[in-house]
């Protein structure tokens, strides 16, 4: 799971200002280590975040084609010598690459038969050498079509060979797509790299591949050459800065009410036919199953509640246990729910029961997505860009165009106060959640208990505690504590209980249960002490206010012990391998 990019341009442009602005849009798919490699020859790649590698790099230094990648480790482990690019022992052939080569201990065994000697332990280097022994006898675009044959996995590959300006560029599984410029073209993993630059877009499909050069590229699959023509893509103009912010968590959190405004003018306007068509889908299906993993999941486990409540048979099953805990038929509509559009496990899900012939809705914030490019139809929720790894906009919006789909179908549920409510919420809160966060700073373990809809609100709070404050933390159903995790609840233990009237008794009847063997219990609710909610929240109202106050504590805690925030360790914002 990385991020590629390649430029070829007719005038020489520079590596800083160019590559590595580009590189840079892309660091929330990987950020362990980071490199480039121009056509001159000159590389260079260094662990740690794109700054360090931009650091070292001469302002002066100029190219008319290079390459440039961020690394989140699979293979190898994170050094200096296992960053990308990657090249044959003559360094004619320089590489990048985003996924995994799964059978690449044989592959490498047969190079190293045949005289290869690999000096990294990344599953990439068998794909330069692979293609510098195929090229000893056969163009490039003969070369990776036998490389379709032989690898088994996932990748995004580009490549170029010294002192040449044509770029190469394959994939299958992960993503890849072309930006189109006067005079210059881009390849990189998502249209973020090139958003500053051009509307005009190229998607690659699996086993395809193209040769680009300045001022043209051609694709080919295995069959032939294909005639691909650009789509424009329409932009979010607004520049992505952290502006007052210490953090891109904090600005996200604090730009949810523009945010679920946008997404709900745009249920009601240019989404509105689209919202009933998917409600018509649903009417139709015999099962509806919310396909997604972490947060996207948490937001499933709310549309399967609210659809549930409506009467249909509806469930939401982890992404990568789909197959195992669901039955699916061609009667069955699957909801894939991905902020990003581009989870493996998803995506490979998707791919694994087409022949079902099952309806697909995604509901993504990347239009034009591997994801939302494999549906039947869609729902944008319009989140805006989110850089930090951790989802915060993005899941608000995923609720509220849950919301919508429930309202069209019949549920007594208003949007047009949210925005207001999380404004206040968040006013009303933010010092609240630092005196708290405070308090919960040094804790090990922290327990968040709900019930009906704040049961995924605990998951989810308990989620953000783990990713950004790495504090253990569990989120769980209330009435499932005294079936085993109550053992677990020693004194001083705190404990989130997320109270909304519909839940109340449930709620303080647990509560009780481990106030009595001596937790710390604090509650998100009307009669909180710790917080101020607005009056008479909807059940649905209550969802969003309690995940904000929950998202601010992690991000708080987080804060108080210096942790990177907007990059957590081990993690990337777009999980592109299985
Ligand atoms: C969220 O805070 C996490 N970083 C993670 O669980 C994420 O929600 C998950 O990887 C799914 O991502 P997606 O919505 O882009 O598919």
Known sequence: MCGIVGITAEKPFSVKGELILALKKLEYRGYDSAGFATTEGVYDKEVGSIDVLESRINPKLKTTTGIAHTRWATHGGVTRVNAHPHFDSEKGLFIVHNGIIENYAQLKAQLEERGYKFITKTDTEVIVNYLHEKMKTMSPR??????????????????????????????????????????????????????????????????????????????????????????????????????????????????????????????????????????????????????????????????????SRLGYEAHAVIASEFENFSVIDNKTLVFAVSQSGETMDVISVLKDIKHYKPKIVAIVNYPYSTVHRMADNYIEIMAGQEICVAATKTFTNTLIAMYELARVLGNHISLDRIPAKIKEVISKNDLRVRKLAKKLSNNKDIFVLGHRISYPIAREVALKLKEISYIHAEGMMAGELKHGTIALVEPGVPVIGLIHETNRERMESALQEVEAHGADVYTIGNSSKQFELPKRLNEEEYSIAATIIGHLLSYYIARNNNLPIDKPRNLAKSVTVK
């Open 142 to 307: 003969q070369a990776i079509l036998s490389f379709f044959k032989d690898a088994k996995g996932t990748y995004a590959v580009v490549f170029f060979r010294k002192g040449e300006k044509t770029l190469y560029a394959f994939k299958k599984d992960s993503p890849l797509c072309l930006g189109i410029c006067d005079g210059e073209m881009i390849l990189a993993s998502d249209i973020y790299a090139f958003s500053h630059k051009t509307t005009r877009t190229v998607f690659f499909e699996d086993y395809e591949l193209a040769e680009v050069t300045p001022n043209n590229y051609q694709f080919y699959n295995r069959s032939g050459k294909l005639d691909k023509k650009p789509v424009e893509i329409e932009w979010e103009r607004e520049p992505v800065m952290k502006r007052r912010f210490k953090h891109f968590m904090l600005k996200e959190i604090y730009e949810q009410p523009v945010a679920a405004q946008r997404l709900i003018r745009s249920l009601r306007t240019t989404q509105s036919h689209r919202v009933k068509q998917i409600s018509k889908m649903i009417k139709g299906a015999k099962r509806i199953l919310f396909l997604a993993c972490g947060t996207s999941y948490h937001a499933s486990l709310i549309g399967a509640y609210l659809l």
